[in-house]
Antibody, heavy 116, light 108 residues
Framework: QVQLVQSGAEVKKPGASVKISCKASGYTFTSYYIHWVRQAPGQGLEWLGMINPSSGSPSSAQRFQGRVTMTGDTSASTVDMELSGLESGDTATYYC?????????WGQGTLVTVSS | EIVMTQSPATLSVSPGETATLSCRASQSVRSNLAWYQQKPGQAPRLLIYGASTRPAIIPARFSGSGSGTDFTLTISSLQSEDFAVYYCQQYNSWPSLTFGGGTKVEIK
């Protein structure tokens, strides 16, 4: 069955960067995009960006351009997402998800806490 | 950026009744719309894509309709496990995607 397993919770100081990994299994890794979506505590869903694992080509939401970096490793069926310049407003649960324009399968989420 | 607006923010429904949720796009997204369900502490779950297509695992009481700018998610005969938050998401402006703010379906 399709599974996306994310790395564990992180606590970071303002200004730092965080890197979250997402390991896929149960399907052909290069067949579907990997999306990154976050959810601040008690808030809605926000799309950060996506990567095409086949080409390695990323695309990010305009508000995160310059701050988010996504890379894929086809040999390990893993995608990493790095968010830099962290602020308290980046405290959220970050999800990876796979699909095309919609996200059919989701990881379990990674809580990132930004605090001084 | 296409803005997705969901209404109402909260919907109070009794078990066994029908819930009707709305999602409006700031410009046409054709049928490139998905719906998700999210329960507390869980990742979202895909319910509908292509505005009206259900993945095989999703019960038939969930149905989606609409195209262009106005969309509806209907949940018939609400079960206890259906009380959750529901989000719409457009993917017409690929590769830029946007979610609506969500509708919470609560027990009346």
């Amino acid at each position: 069955q399709v599974q996306l397993v994310q790395s564990g919770a992180e606590v970071k100081k303002p200004g730092a960067s965080v890197k979250i990994s997402c390991k896929a299994s149960g399907y052909t890794f290069t067949s579907y995009y990997i999306h990154w979506v976050r959810q601040a505590p008690g808030q809605g869903l926000e799309w950060l960006g996506m990567i095409n694992p086949s080409s390695g080509s990323p695309s990010s939401a305009q508000r995160f351009q310059g701050r988010v970096t996504m890379t894929g490793d086809t040999s390990a069926s893993t995608v990493d997402m790095e968010l830099s310049g962290l602020e308290s407003g980046d405290t959220a649960t970050y999800y990876c998800a796979t699909g095309y324009g919609y996200a059919e399968y989701w990881g379990q989420g990674t809580l990132v806490t930004v605090s001084s | 950026e296409i803005v997705m607006t969901q209404s109402p923010a909260t919907l109070s429904v009794s078990p066994g009744e029908t819930a009707t949720l709305s999602c409006r796009a700031s410009q046409s997204v054709r049928s490139n719309l998905a719906w998700y369900q999210q329960k507390p502490g869980q990742a979202p779950r895909l319910l509908i894509y292509g505005a009206s297509t259900r993945p095989a695992i999703i019960p038939a009481r969930f149905s989606g309709s609409g195209s262009g700018t106005d969309f509806t998610l209907t949940i018939s005969s609400l079960q206890s496990e259906d009380f959750a938050v529901y989000y719409c998401q457009q993917y017409n402006s690929w590769p830029s995607l946007t979610f609506g703010g969500g509708t919470k379906v609560e027990i009346k």
